[in-house]
């Protein structure tokens, strides 16, 4: 009858699952999860979850991006990096005029769209004054002077552009053209003499809408009305970005770091308005999914189910206190009081993980305390009882090997609540900020107004992980339990 | 009978401890809440306080410091900074218990800062849309799970078992912001927003009563509005129910039509209809209304994250706004309210549970959830 | 004879079309029974006596179905009959059942009354106060207090839940009873108190049953004829009397050895050696021939027929297959 399961339960339990449909789906997915989690380093850059937080390190990508297989009519995002062999970068250096002078000659082509800005990194060292130039050639042949030119005897010192000492700095220098463009002052001193030699009438009010649009209207075909227009149309071709530094100072040093052409979209599903690649959340999510619905669920089940099982067995008082104790805990609405808790107490996840369990071992109690109470009944107990066994060899050899296979649909069963609810807490805002999860890249969405201004890459992907890794367990669990109800029928 | 009388008064007795208890429990956690986070409340409100007072140079030094100390102590006072802990929990205790709650600072849901009726204004809009949401999901999922039951395997059955799997995996809230991003972002055919809903019923009702709108038109677009606002929500809430209780009605179903009383009343010549009606859901009844009732009362604390993700004005968008903007008795009080109607519908439930299945009758003190 | 016969089987077979294959549980099936006669129907577990039985009432579960044969009750073909003529003029009325394990033949959420009474309320168009008259009698028959009807299932002991099975079986008065294993989950007291009680109905109504069960002492106290069935066919079907003291078929004599005896000399007990077939790949030839002492090569290749050896004697073995046999007479 009941004697078949034991010892050997277990390794029936998992060719059983195997054979199952539902078993062997659930089984494979839970098997990529956790390659996914255990082999990320590999797989994804750890470097990009260490600095999640850092918002430094997410500077050179495109805000709120969406991935570029979703978008048709875009930039693709393109870098060089100083001493690449590209046909996108032309280093050169000389002496001019008693300046020694390094420059960068930046390329880009465009198709339809525009970059949303462009961004350039440098080593710099130098202890003269040094200043620097930047101009732009467009495919039409036009060139536009973005700094003062020094030919026309106008010097533009690093300090204007970067914040650096004029004099003597050795370091980084970083420039973002677009913010650097879309000034008042930029636009008052460069942009708008350009384009009003180039027969584009201005009236005041265009000048006030430069500041937003001044760094794409440079990529817009040269029209009288262009700042008006309706139908904007981007002038296609190579562009060349030139930035030249030049100084008295003959050991003036500027190596590339990088420079970039920043595209509308990125990566594999997007970036989010902070610029982090939602990808490497997404995978690294994984990790922290897996170990909060395991020690959960396990912890919780196993506690619970121990529990039970000894309440049942032995009633009396222990099973009164554990009963009322069950009861209250189930009558809890579990989500208010985690938020309470949550408020008061500022948990770090591993707090959060054991207030899940200490809501949720009394399901599994009740359970398996019925379960306990059936069993005590039988005749084998009782002839067990006869022949002198000890009580706890009888909860060991014949009460726990039969709630064993309950257990484990159980464990299977508790994963998607308890990611669930960690979930939702990290939505609220109330998880722990200093690791990534699935509810917390929520959170920010929700926070950004991704729902309000349809940054779907940002909402989608981190529900459907959550989802699916549900789902992966339930489907267990539903394979674990179509085994053992037909034996429990009987 | 004297039996039943004694299983269902100890019951109730039992489920009434239990309520003591978790208010116990909520009182001593919102005291240990007063004290860090009013705390920094109270802080907050002095300094302001004394921003407001330095501006004002017709008072001396010491007076100002007087009056700063007076300021203080009052608000102490107020939000029961004093005294010893064990009595703050006890007077808590019991003016959770009589539903003395007071009011809060600001008005957050309705006409009043009296967090009773703020309570029962956000308790009745989460039953309009909670309750009609459960309530079409047990309707459906009812029809639903009966029909897979009886074409095991089929295609509704397996597509059945695919949602109940989605559905337990899903988080609600999530498909709210889904529902928003498609419906009222993408296609605006609904608001982004539920709370401004109020706001609308009050200038239908001013267009009414100043005659400028039949009292016809004045019903369809009072319905109309409320649908209107209530649409995404709904469907949210029945979407991700459904599937699974669909799959538990089908799975007490089936259970019970594998017993032997239904081949019984088959031989005994009773058509399909009478032995599924009559036999068969008569005999699932106990666990499916009792599930059915539970998911119904459970549905009346709202759900926390999904409210707050449309703005929908009910229990649980009360409890949000009362954490963030701390408020001890507002949060007590949700919380009370919420948990006082599960437990009553417990002991309800336990009660109905004997007339449902007779063999409870007989069974003892246990009770059955 | 066939006039008074109250039903009459031709080769009926039933099979289940499972996933893993088809089960043949019940293969070319043919007997007689006649009114106020006990035809006990014998075999081990899961030769397809209860299979049988449902597809007599055309209540076989799916994936089950009746492949062929005939079923007449009283001169009526039932297996041609729509479902719902089915259940307005034969089921209950002309046949009826009293179920394997009483307990769960009850709904635990209706009184034990309200469930006999509802054949007459369906059938007979009575009114419910009517029919539980009816019931109050019916339970007066099987010498139950008609108290009861107003109890619950969960409230009456083993017997006296057999007993009202038995009550609602007997309600409208049909012609043939089934009764499977009716007796098996009860204590040897109660048992033969309800054995009793059916005697004495089946004397009293002029009842006819079909007596299904895998315990021969039961079968030897009731039942006029005895059909024993083997892997879903019957390989004996004769009198009673024959069948216990000159059983013919290698089974049956087999069957009523391994009956302990409690007088006559102590000997080793004896059983069948070997399990039943498999009924989705069944050996070839003859079912039993796996297990049979007598086994011969014919037996391994080609299935016996159902032969009269005497007078109301058939039985299904190559022994007394006429032109095959290689020797005759009963076997001790």
């Given amino acids: 009858m009941s004697k078949r399961r034991g010892s050997s339960g ?47 390190y997410w500077r050179d990508n495109p805000k709120a991006a969406p991935p570029c297989w979703a978008v048709g009519n875009t930039f693709k995002s393109i870098s060089v990096t100083g001493g690449e062999n590209t046909s996108n970068l032309i280093e050169r250096n000389g002496e001019l005029d008693g300046f020694k002078y390094i420059s960068y000659s930046f390329l880009y082509n465009v198709e339809t769209q525009p970059p949303i800005d462009v961004i350039a990194r440098f080593n710099i060292s130098y202890s003269k004054p040094t200043y620097v130039y930047i101009t732009m050639e467009r495919p039409d042949g036009k060139y536009i002077s973005l700094t003062g030119n020094p030919e026309s005897g106008e010097r533009t010192s690093v300090l204007d552009l970067f914040g650096v000492d004029p004099n003597s700095y050795s370091g980084d220098i970083r420039i973002q053209l677009a913010s650097y463009l879309n000034n008042m002052i930029t636009i008052r001193n460069y942009i708008v003499p350009w384009l009003q030699s180039n027969n584009v009438t201005l009236q005041p009010q265009d000048v006030f809408r430069l500041t937003n649009v001044a760094f794409s209207t440079l990529h817009q075909e040269l029209t009288p009305n262009i700042i008006n227009a309706k139908n904007v149309t981007y002038l296609s071709g190579k562009y060349n970005v030139t930035f030249v530094f030049y100084s008295s100072d003959k050991n003036l040093s500027v190596a590339l770091e990088k420079a970039i052409a920043l595209g509308g979209c990125y990566g594999i599903v997007g970036t989010d308005n902070m610029g982090r690649d939602l990808w490497m959340g997404l995978m690294y999510g994984i990790r922290w999914a897996l170990i909060i619905g395991f020690s959960v669920s396990i912890m919780s089940v196993l506690i619970g189910g121990i529990y039970g099982v000894v309440g049942g067995y032995f009633g009396g008082k222990t099973d009164e206190i554990m009963l009322r104790t069950a009861q209250v805990f189930y009558s809890i609405p579990v989500l208010p009081i985690l938020i309470l808790l949550a408020v008061i107490f500022r948990p770090s996840i591993w707090n959060v993980i054991s207030m899940l369990i200490i809501f949720g ?113 339930i489907l267990i669990g539903q394979a674990l339990d179509l085994i053992l109800n037909p034996k429990l029928r009987r | 009978m004297a039996s039943l009388g004694r299983t269902i008064a100890v019951q109730v007795v039992s489920n009434l401890a239990a309520l003591i208890i978790i208010v116990a429990l909520i009182s001593a956690l919102l005291v240990f809440y007063s004290q860090t986070i009013l705390q920094g409340v109270v802080v907050e409100m002095v300094q302001e306080f004394t921003r407001n007072l330095a501006r004002n140079p017709a008072l001396t030094p010491e007076q100002k410091a007087q009056l700063i100390n007076l300021y203080q102590q009052a608000l102490e006072v107020r939000f029961g900074l004093v005294g010893n802990p064990i009595s703050k929990v006890y007077h808590m205790m019991i003016n959770i218990l009589t539903l003395n709650l007071g009011s809060s600072r600001n008005v957050y849901m309705g006409n009043s800062a009296s967090i009773s009726s703020q309570i029962i204004f956000a308790l009745k809009n989460t039953v309009i849309l909670f309750f009609t949401a459960t309530l079409i999901s047990i ?51 609904f608001p982004t927003q539920s709370m401004p809903v109020y706001f609308a019923i009050q200038q239908l009702s001013q267009a009414y009563h100043s005659g400028s ?84 009362v459970s549905s009346l604390g709202g759900a926390i994250i999904s409210e707050t993700v449309f703005g929908w004005p009910g229990m649980g968008l009360l409890f949000w706004i009362a954490i963030t903007n701390s408020e001890p008795m507002l949060i007590a009080g949700n919380v009370y309210v919420t948990v006082l109607l599960f437990i009553i519908t417990i002991i309800i439930l336990n009660i109905l549970y004997v007339f449902l299945d007779p063999r409870i009758k007989t069974s003892g003190s246990q009770q059955v959830f | 004879m066939a006039l008074t016969a109250v039903l009459e089987v031709e080769n009926l077979s039933t099979s289940y079309y499972t996933f893993r294959g088809m089960v043949k549980a019940v293969e070319k099936v043919s007997f007689k029974l006649e009114k106020e006669e006990i035809l006990g129907i014998a075999g081990e577990s899961g030769c397809g006596k209860s299979t049988l039985a449902w597809s007599l009432m055309g209540l076989v579960p799916p994936p089950g179905r009746v492949v062929e044969g005939s079923v007449k009750i009283d001169g009526i073909e039932v297996l041609n009959l729509s479902e719902s003529e089915r259940r307005k003029k034969i089921l209950w009325e002309k046949i009826s059942m009293i179920f394997q394990g009483a307990i769960n033949a009850f709904n635990p959420v209706y009184t034990v009354g309200y469930q006999l009474a509802e054949p007459f309320i369906y059938h007979k168009n009575y009114s419910k106060k009517e029919a539980l008259e009816k019931v109050k009698e019916l339970l007066k028959m099987v010498g139950l207090n008609p108290e009861i009807e107003k109890r619950y299932p969960h409230e009456l002991s083993g017997g006296m839940k057999q007993r009202a099975v038995i009550a609602m079986a007997l309600a409208l008065e049909p012609s043939v009873i089934i009764a499977d294993e009716p007796t098996t989950a009860l204590d040897v007291v109660i048992q033969s108190q309800i054995l009793n009680l059916m005697k004495k109905l089946k004397q009293d109504k002029k009842l006819s049953f079909i007596f299904i069960t895998h315990d021969m002492s039961v079968i030897a106290e009731m039942a006029d004829k005895v059909a024993i069935m083997y892997a879903g066919r019957i390989v004996e079907l004769g009198p009673s009397e024959i069948i216990f003291n000159r059983p013919y078929h290698p089974y049956t004599s087999a069957l009523i050895r391994s009956i302990p005896r409690l007088r006559g000399p102590i000997e080793k007990l004896q059983y069948i050696p070997g399990e039943p077939p498999n009924l989705i790949s069944p050996p070839p030839g003859c079912k039993f021939n796996p297990r049979c002492q007598y086994a011969e090569e014919l037996c391994k290749k080609e299935e016996p027929g159902f032969v009269e050896v005497e007078k109301g004697h058939f039985v299904r073995c190559w022994k007394y297959d006429s032109g095959k046999q290689s020797s005759g007479g009963a076997i001790k």
């Fill in chain 2, 213 to 296: 709108i039949t009292t016809l038109s004045y019903i369809l677009e009072y319905l109309r509005t409320w649908l209107y606002y209530m649409a995404l929500p709904l469907t949210t809430v029945v979407l991700v129910s459904i599937g699974g209780w669909a799959y538990i009605v089908r799975n007490v179903v089936i259970g019970k039509m594998a017993e032997d009383f239904v081949m019984t009343a088959r031989a005994k010549g009773l058509s399909e209809r009478k032995v599924l009606f009559g036999h068969v859901l008569r005999a699932a009844s106990p666990p499916i209304v009792t599930t059915a009732a539970l998911s119904l």
């Fill in chain 1, 361 to 473: 071992w009394p399901s599994t109690a009740l359970v398996t305390r019925s379960m306990a109470l059936q069993i005590k009944e039988e005749t084998y107990v009782e002839a067990a009882k006869a022949i002198g066994s000890s009580s706890s060899r009888i909860l060991f050899r014949y009460i726990l090997p039969q709630v064993l296979p309950y257990l484990f649909a159980s464990i299977a069963l508790s994963v998607p609540g308890a990611i669930l609810t960690e979930a939702s807490l990290s939505f609220l805002g109330l998880g722990d900020p200093s690791i990534v999860t699935w509810g917390r890249i929520l959170n920010e969405a929700e926070v950004a107004g991704a729902t309000i201004n349809g940054y779907w890459w940002w909402v989608l992907p981190p529900g459907l992980m959550i989802t699916i890794v549900g789902m992966t367990f």
């Fill in chain 2, 139 to 189: 309707v459906i999922g009812l029809a639903l799970g009966l029909y897979a039951a009886r074409k095991p395997h089929g295609i509704i059955d397996s597509l059945l078992s695919f949602f109940a799997v989605l559905s337990a995996s899903l988080p609600m809230w999530w498909v709210g912001m889904l529902m928003l991003l498609v419906f009222a972002f993408w296609n605006h055919w």
């Fill in chain 1, 10 to 56: 277990f390794r029936r339990f998992f060719s059983d699952l195997r054979r199952t449909k539902v078993g062997i789906v659930g089984l494979s997915l839970l098997i990529l999860f956790l390659g996914l989690a255990i082999f990320f380093p590999l797989i994804g850059n750890m470097n990009d979850i260490k600095n999640w937080n850092n918002l430094q």
